[in-house]
């Protein structure tokens, strides 16, 4: 890529098309070349038994099954489960508003949306946990609870603005046709436009939904008990416990494990969707 | 033939000094017209004459800025109206069809059937095939709109609109997307329709269309009603200069 930017902006010489591809060759060698040492010199200078021992020490691989599993990846998927339903349906509630006729709705599902994408996850995610409830005296009750809520609340945002761009990507004419159909705007609504925006929202909404599992690890911070840990947490504590980062690594990969099939479904979803156009 | 004076039935729809504007641009500037039941009224005119805005004025796409529309005894622009209500009785079919591309062709004619009017099911698809029938479309009841061709869609959209028992038809420009070969199956819809004794309201570039089968033809420009009367008039001995113009124009093509 840079070796033809480099050469872009170069003065092609003349009748110099060959001329300029072989140069453009040649640079890429030098960078073949150049990789390789960098790969040889890391695998001779790190210490790998020592990295191994520290990192990905087999009995503590061992020791982290099943719970990693059985618990942690339980949880993560039970935040996310929640999370992502009580997204979807405020989500769907602020997408509404915000399109309303209704000035008042507008302004509302504006502010809130504008207020949540335009704070870190994890500062709403604390003032949920622990500012709201000193604020109004107000305890969200279960096991999942104020951590399901606060995730549902940082990801309704998000969906929102995904299900709005859906709904505008539906043409008016169908929003028209039902209307002159006598339909009332909101039955038009569910029966004609949100069906067609749902469609053309899945793909994106999938990447959501991979952005919401990775956001479940924020919950390690607002305090969970033994029986609702998730896996950044539980990797955590399983590195304090035996100074070792294995559990940690073990808890990426069973990450990776979800994340990735998430995000390959997507893109498989998205090409599909751009190919029936 | 000019509608008017129907003894003393009212018309089927009747309007009254129709203003529209969009912000500062005034597209309508003060539109009457009644067209009598059964009557086949052709508006054509210019681009951006404001053809389109009459039509979606009178079912009510488009509120009126000022004036009064009616559907027989009814006033449509009086504030308790029930704007859904209306609009049932009076059908629309546009120039980009607008069928609903997730539903199949009879669902397209059922879902507002029940939703709008409460019909049962099995009463829905029975108005719903023989509405099918009517525009020669009942053996693709199951096909999705995306694998018919336009003048098919075109036709299933009208099916559509009738299946509702609509009083009137308004027609926008029903042809104007099609290939030209299949401008001919639509128009012969329309022709039959009007054959039966629909009220229709039929915007259309098709002048041969408006010459056989209109009782009155209306030519828009700028908003208002230029000239109107029936169409060996308005096509052989035109009064208006500029009606005179856009004649030559499209008539030359
Ligand atoms: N929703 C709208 N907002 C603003 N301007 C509009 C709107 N609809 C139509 N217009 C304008 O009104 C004028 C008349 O439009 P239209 O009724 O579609 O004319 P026609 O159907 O005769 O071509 C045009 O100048 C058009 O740009
Ligand atoms: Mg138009």
């Known amino acids: 890529m840079t070796a033809s930017q480099a050469d872009v902006q170069q003065e092609p010489p003349p009748g110099g098309r060959r001329f300029r591809v072989s140069r453009s060759q040649a640079t890429q060698w030098a960078l073949y070349a150049l990789s390789l040492a960098i790969v040889l010199a890391v695998a001779f200078l790190v210490d790998w038994e020592r990295l191994q021992d520290r990192m990905f020490r087999w009995d503590l691989v061992r020791a982290q099954f099943p719970e990693v599993v059985t618990q942690a990846a339980r949880n993560t998927l039970v935040f996310t489960a929640f999370g992502f339903t009580g997204g979807l349906a405020l989500g769907l509630l602020v997408a509404l508003m915000r399109l309303s006729t209704i000035r008042p709705y507008r302004w509302a599902a504006t502010v809130y949306v504008d207020l949540i994408r335009g704070l870190p996850a994890l500062l709403v995610l604390i003032f949920i946990a622990f500012g709201l409830p000193i604020a109004l005296g107000i305890r969200i009750p279960g096991t999942y609870g104020r951590g399901a809520v606060a995730l549902a609340i940082v990801a309704s945002a998000y969906i929102a603005e995904v299900i709005r761009a859906g709904i505008e990507a539906v043409p008016r004419g169908q929003m028209e046709a039902a209307r002159s159909l006598g339909m009332s705007r909101g039955q038009a609504m569910r029966r004609i436009v949100l069906p067609q925006a749902f469609r053309l929202i899945i793909p994106p909404m999938t990447n959501e939904l991979v952005l919401l599992l990775k956001d479940t690890a924020l919950i390690s911070v607002i305090g969970v008990t033994e029986a609702t840990k998730e896996l950044t947490r539980f990797g955590r504590d399983g590195v304090n416990a035996n100074a070792n980062a294995t559990p940690l690594v073990v808890a990426g990969l069973v990450y990776l494990a979800l994340t990735i099939p998430m995000t390959r479904l997507a893109a498989y979803l998205e090409r599909r969707a751009a190919a029936s156009k | ?253």
């Open chain 2, 1 to 253: 033939m000019t509608g008017r004076g129907h003894g003393k039935v009212a018309p089927a729809i009747r309007v009254r000094d129709l203003h529209k504007s969009f912000g500062t641009l005034e597209v309508l500037r003060g539109i009457d017209l009644d067209i009598a039941r059964g009557e086949v009224v052709c508006v054509i005119g210019p681009s951006g004459s404001g053809k389109s805005t009459l039509l979606r004025c009178v079912n009510l796409l488009e509120v009126p800025t000022s004036g009064r529309i009616y559907l027989g005894e009814v006033e449509v622009t009086a504030p308790d109206t029930d704007l859904d209500r209306v609009r049932t009785r009076v059908g629309m079919v546009f120039q980009q069809f607008n069928l609903f591309p997730h539903l199949d062709v009879e669902r397209n004619l059922t879902v507002a059937q029940e939703v709008v009017l409460k019909r049962s099911h099995d009463e829905a698809v029975e108005v719903a095939v023989a509405m099918l029938r009517r525009v020669g479309l009942e053996d693709k009841r199951h096909e999705y709109p995306a694998r018919l061709s336009g003048g098919q869609q075109q036709r299933v959209a009208i099916a559509r609109a009738l299946s509702m028992g609509p009083q009137a038809m308004l027609f926008d420009e029903s042809t104007s997307a099609l290939d030209p070969e299949l401008v001919g199956e639509v128009l012969g819809v329309m022709r039959e329709l009007a054959q039966e004794g629909m009220t229709m309201l039929v915007v259309t570039h098709e002048m041969h269309f408006a010459r056989d089968v209109a009782d009155r033809v209306i030519f828009m420009d700028g908003g208002v009603i230029v000239e109107e009367g029936p169409p060996a008039d308005v096509f052989a001995a035109p009064r208006e200069e500029r009606t005179r113009r856009f004649l030559d124009r499209v008539l030359a093509r």
